[in-house]
């Protein structure tokens, strides 16, 4: 066991590690019998690793890459190894007693002898897999596979159902908004003209529904006719100021109402053309593990790209890094444009 490298990834992580890999790929990776057990290690690259007998006891190994790691007679029980990249790994009587390899891919995968009571490789990938045919199914947690699926339809028709409710609170939320806003200038608008006499009282109306937008808070989830009220009111706004402007200029304070209310229409259909392409509704949005997911479907398509690259990729915050994905966040949730995401694919500035 290579000592140095092995308390890289001990006292720094899998981060410090992954970036010591990158700048060092020459170099053979040998942690021969380390003991690496509980330690959270999502998304380390170990591929083409010499581990064996290394302790990865409860160690936590999501989207991990061991592609063509040697982890013979390894103990990896109760280690969560779900979505790891297992492709080509030798598991040769490697201990996974109790572990959890739920999506994970195992292809090509030499398992002889490997130990996997109670093992879960619940949707794991085992397509020419070594050893397979000789592990007792009962062993296994094969039994939840039904229930998960079925867990999961129930979860996605959930989410729907939650979804489609938040999009008609959103709607009910946008049009109390403007009967509210409607009233409120009605009721400024009399009690100026009384109490001032002004004859410019009717911009007040206008003035209001130009800083509408100042009074929607909710963002999440996005809701294109949201948009079009939104900004369409405040374009009606701006342009009745703008038109009230320009026809008193032209033809004095008479022909402002006039003006004003050719404005209002005028900016009522920008703003509601604009208000959409403003708030981005029109991209589709990806939430951080929307986005991870697909690129991890894409790598069918771009086998060169590996998993660091993906979770340093999506980060948020960012850390050092020139080849990212712009991420943002709304309302607290962490999300990016697919757009950004094919841009971030076809750039191979990952490679």
Aim: glycine letters at 10%; a neutral charge; hydrophobic letters at 45%.
């Amino acid at each position: 066991m290579d000592k140095d490298q092995y308390r890289i990834l001990w006292k720094e992580g899998a981060t410090a590690w992954n970036e010591w890999r990158k700048k060092n790929p020459k170099m053979r990776t040998d942690l021969t019998g380390a003991d690496l057990s509980g330690k959270y290690l999502a998304g380390v690259n170990l591929s083409g690793a010499d581990l064996d007998g290394a302790n990865f006891g409860g160690a936590i190994l999501h989207f991990a890459d061991l592609h063509g790691a040697s982890l013979q007679k390894a103990n990896l029980s109760g280690a969560s190894l779900i979505a790891a990249d297992l492709r080509k790994a030798n598991l040769k009587e490697a201990v996974l007693r109790r572990a959890d390899i739920g999506s994970a891919d195992l292809r090509d995968a030499d398992l002889s002898n490997a130990i996997l009571s109670e093992t879960d490789l619940t949707f794991a990938k085992l397509e020419g897999a070594i050893g397979i045919g000789e592990i007792k199914l009962d062993h296994l947690i094969t039994e939840r596979t039904d229930y998960r699926e079925g867990l999961l339809e129930l979860v996605k028709r959930s989410s729907q159902l939650t979804e489609s409710i938040k999009h008609h609170i959103v709607q009910i939320e946008s049009l109390i908004l403007l009967a509210i806003l409607f009233q409120i200038l009605l009721s400024l608008q009399q009690t100026i003209q009384n109490a001032l006499g002004l004859g410019i009282s009717f911009l007040i109306p206008f003035t209001m529904l130009a800083i509408t937008p100042i009074f929607v808070r909710v963002r999440n989830p996005e809701s294109r006719l949201r948009s079009i009220l939104t900004f369409g009111m405040s374009g009606a706004g701006f342009g009745g100021l703008l038109g009230s402007g320009i026809a008193g200029a032209l033809h004095g304070s008479v022909a402002g109402p006039v003006g004003a209310l050719i404005g209002a229409g005028a900016g009522l259909v920008v703003g509601g053309i604009a208000g959409p392409i403003i708030d981005g509704v029109n991209k589709k949005v990806l939430t951080q593990g929307e986005a991870r997911e697909y690129l991890l479907k894409m790598r069918s398509k771009y086998p060169a790209l590996r998993l660091e690259e993906i979770l340093a990729a999506t980060e948020s915050p960012p850390r050092l890094h020139d080849c990212l994905i712009h991420m943002f966040s709304i309302d607290g949730i962490i999300k990016c444009t697919k757009d950004d995401v094919i841009k971030w694919l076809e750039s191979e500035c990952w490679k």
